[in-house]
């Protein structure tokens, strides 16, 4: 006999609570508010096809569903508490199974982020997570709260860059080339996002403004400027790049860049007094910050070349409905 629906929860979902006063197998979760903080909550959904290809690993997809959900509470420098789960599967395939609560639990102790409900349906394949987080009232970094003089920064890994992401999909789509080892490095930034949560917890009281990379950089930053009614420009060549995305045509190289996607990386703003500040929150969460460019009063974003040509630019971002997209 296959597993059933309630088997399944209580194997591979089901674990002692630690905060919530009452977790997965009643009606609703009991969670105790900590005092005089604010809640900060967001969903995000994965489906197959869409979100990731039908041959990712299953800890992986376990690890991106998390990630891209603690990358909201990032943004809003939030502290992660707790997580509901919604699941729709094909089939009860216990292999799967295994290896994605595998990879989603081992993120969500390196957060110290608890699962306390969800909901499980037989369906295509698709995975929605709601996460909860604390923050103190009126500190929640915002994409509204932007002021022209800002300068534009933007987190990465150490060595690596925006458009990674990006790249890894391209080749997979046999649009760019990415040799053997290389390629492995680019794929982990598409399947393996950290989500940025201790330097958001750093900048409150630092950053003006922040918001997280999933739709691309143009787009994303648009939301920002759109949301506090200022314009910026960019600096392209401070964006930074890994070598292999650095090594590649120009037209891809501005692709994976300015309109990527899937980066999980924090892009936010902060007063030019606050450089060191910065500097010393990066460091402090172990991940580089660049300068990517500067806010400026006049509406609209600009993009200065290496060239010294500076260019406007629409601030579209990826669109699920507007947006071309192919399956993969
Ligand atoms: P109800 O019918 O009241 O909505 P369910 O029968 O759907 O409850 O779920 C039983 C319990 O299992 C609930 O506590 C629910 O939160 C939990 N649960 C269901 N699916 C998941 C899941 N994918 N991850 C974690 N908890 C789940
Ligand atoms: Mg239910």
């Given at each position: 006999?296959?597993?059933?629906?309630?088997?399944?929860?209580?194997?591979?979902?089901?674990?002692?609570?630690?905060?919530?006063?009452?977790?997965?197998?009643?009606?609703?979760?009991?969670?105790?508010?900590?005092?005089?903080?604010?809640?900060?909550?967001?969903?995000?959904?994965?489906?197959?096809?869409?979100?990731?290809?039908?041959?990712?690993?299953?800890?992986?997809?376990?690890?991106?569903?998390?990630?891209?959900?603690?990358?909201?509470?990032?943004?809003?420098?939030?502290?992660?508490?707790?997580?509901?789960?919604?699941?729709?599967?094909?089939?009860?395939?216990?292999?799967?199974?295994?290896?994605?609560?595998?990879?989603?639990?081992?993120?969500?102790?390196?957060?110290?982020?608890?699962?306390?409900?969800?909901?499980?349906?037989?369906?295509?394949?698709?995975?929605?997570?709601?996460v909860?987080?604390?923050?103190?009232p009126?500190?929640?970094?915002?994409?509204?709260?932007?002021?022209?003089?800002?300068?534009?920064?933007?987190s990465?890994?150490?060595?690596?860059?925006?458009?990674?992401?990006?790249?890894?999909?391209?080749?997979?789509?046999?649009?760019?080339?990415?040799?053997?080892?290389?390629?492995?490095r680019v794929?982990?930034?598409?399947?393996?996002p950290?989500?940025?949560?201790?330097?958001?917890?750093?900048?409150?009281g630092?950053?003006?403004?922040?918001?997280?990379?999933?739709?691309?950089?143009?787009?994303?930053?648009?939301?920002?400027?759109?949301?506090?009614?200022?314009?910026?420009?960019?600096?392209?060549a401070?964006?930074?790049?890994?070598?292999?995305?650095?090594?590649?045509?120009?037209?891809?190289?501005?692709?994976?860049?300015?309109?990527?996607?899937?980066?999980?990386?924090?892009?936010?703003?902060a007063p030019?007094?606050?450089?060191?500040?910065?500097?010393?929150?990066?460091?402090?969460?172990g991940?580089?910050?660049?300068?990517?460019?500067?806010?400026?009063?006049?509406?609209?974003?600009?993009?200065?070349?290496?060239?010294?040509?500076?260019?406007?630019?629409?601030?579209?971002?990826?669109?699920?409905?507007?947006?071309?997209?192919?399956?993969t």
């Amino acid at each position: 006999m296959p597993l059933g629906e309630f088997d399944l929860i209580a194997r591979y979902f089901t674990r002692p609570t630690r905060r919530a006063v009452l977790g997965i197998g009643d009606d609703c979760a009991l969670l105790a508010p900590t005092p005089g903080l604010q809640w900060a909550v967001s969903s995000d959904l994965l489906v197959e096809g869409r979100h990731f290809v039908s041959t990712v690993a299953p800890n992986a997809l376990g690890h991106k569903s998390l990630a891209v959900n603690l990358s909201d509470l990032a943004a809003c420098g939030a502290t992660p508490v707790a997580f509901s789960l919604m699941l729709a599967l094909p089939r009860v395939d216990e292999a799967f199974l295994q290896g994605f609560a595998d990879g989603l639990f081992a993120l969500a102790d390196a957060h110290g982020i608890e699962l306390v409900g969800g909901d499980t349906t037989a369906g295509p394949l698709a995975v929605g997570i709601t996460v909860m987080g604390e923050v103190p009232p009126a500190q929640a970094l915002r994409r509204d709260a932007a002021r022209a003089g800002d300068d534009l920064w933007v987190s990465h890994a150490p060595g690596r860059g925006l458009g990674d992401a990006r790249l890894a999909l391209e080749v997979l789509r046999d649009r760019a080339a990415v040799p053997g080892e290389a390629f492995a490095r680019v794929r982990r930034a598409m399947e393996w996002p950290q989500p940025r949560v201790a330097l958001g917890q750093r900048l409150r009281g630092i950053a003006h403004a922040a918001i997280d990379l999933s739709d691309g950089l143009s787009g994303d930053l648009g939301h920002v400027l759109q949301r506090s009614g200022v314009g910026a420009r960019l600096e392209f060549a401070a964006l930074p790049r890994s070598p292999e995305l650095a090594t590649q045509p120009d037209a891809l190289l501005r692709t994976c860049l300015l309109e990527g996607g899937d980066d999980y990386e924090l892009l936010f703003s902060a007063p030019r007094t606050a450089r060191a500040a910065v500097r010393q929150a990066a460091a402090e969460s172990g991940v580089a910050v660049s300068c990517i460019g500067e806010l400026l009063p006049e509406r609209g974003l600009r993009v200065a070349w290496p060239d010294g040509r500076t260019t406007a630019r629409a601030t579209r971002g990826f669109d699920h409905f507007a947006s071309d997209w192919e399956p993969t």
